[in-house]
């Protein structure tokens, strides 16, 4: 399964370890990415999504039916 947000598209991004005489080696920054069960009461049913912490602050703020209908406008859901 890929680390990517299934809501959000979020996923790694690459960047520098620095150490303190300036020596540059490769890193990977992972998504916050939790798995999570959601209760969609229009289909009643349970799905399980893995998201951000990020979407999951988006889904307690505007709700679980509002925040998969933007990610299918967005093209991130099927």
């Known amino acids: ?28 920054f992972n998504a916050n990415l939790l798995k999570k069960r959601f209760y969609i ?3 009643d049913k349970w799905v ?3 998201v951000s912490a990020a979407a999951l602050k988006t889904i307690n703020r ?6 998969i209908k933007e990610a299918k406008s967005k093209g991130f859901l099927k």
């Open 41 to 43: 009461p229009e289909e």
């Open 62 to 67: 505007v709700g679980i039916s509002a925040a």
């Open 1 to 28: 399964m890929s680390r990517v947000c299934e809501l959000t598209g979020k996923k790694a991004m690459v960047g520098n370890n620095v150490s303190h005489a300036m020596n540059k080696t490769k890193r990977k």
């Open 48 to 50: 399980t999504l893995k």
